[in-house]
């Protein structure tokens, strides 16, 4: 890793200048600017200075990882088809577990509908992509159409059926992840 290179490219990022910056960390123009070539290395303290002075920390700054993936295809996409109930689950984006909701597709065949999901913390949001739905909330039970959406605090009882002879087809977000 090139530490000199990589504050160059935060400091631009930035929109500062190396006398910027340096005035922000107390230090030379010069030794910034040779830090930035690799002709010196800043002790560790310095670092932590000129980092803070560029909004980041040792850790952010070191960690190496590629970036998250931002955009997902069709070969990202798993499975789940539920012969008994009619149904088919689609995960759209992976491991979307460990993120703060989990976005789904489910497609209901007639007459097919969802598991039965107990009362749980947090917020579900749905659009009826194709079809109609009624949706099962504690004693309640509303129809929705397409282009038309739902959303709740999932503190009662829940799930999706399609009364129809015709498929339906439902975006599902649920915060956090719970399917």
């Not at 070969?75 to 976005?103: C, F, G, R, Y």
């Amino acid at each position: 890793m090139n530490i000199g290179e990589k504050i160059r490219r935060l400091r631009l990022q930035h929109n500062l200048t190396q006398e910027e910056l340096a005035d922000r960390c107390e230090l030379s123009k010069g030794f910034i600017s040779q830090v930035e070539r690799e002709l010196t290395s800043p002790s560790i303290a310095t670092l932590v200075d000129i980092l803070e002075a560029l909004g980041t920390n040792l850790s952010d700054f070191f960690n190496d990882e590629l970036p998250e993936k931002i955009a997902f295809t069709k070969n990202d996409v798993s499975v789940k088809t539920n012969e008994e109930l009619q149904n088919e689950i689609h995960w759209i984006i992976p491991n979307a577990q460990k993120n703060a909701m989990e976005p789904i597709i489910v497609h209901l065949g007639p007459h097919g509908q969802t598991a039965f999901d107990h009362p749980h913390d947090g917020e579900e949001f749905g659009y009826v992509l194709k079809g109609q739905i009624k949706l099962h909330f504690g004693p309640k039970k509303v129809r929705v159409r397409s282009g038309e959406a739902f959303y709740f605090t999932a503190q009662a009882g829940h799930f999706i059926s399609n009364p129809s002879e015709k498929p339906a087809s439902v975006l599902w977000v649920s915060s956090p992840p719970s399917f």
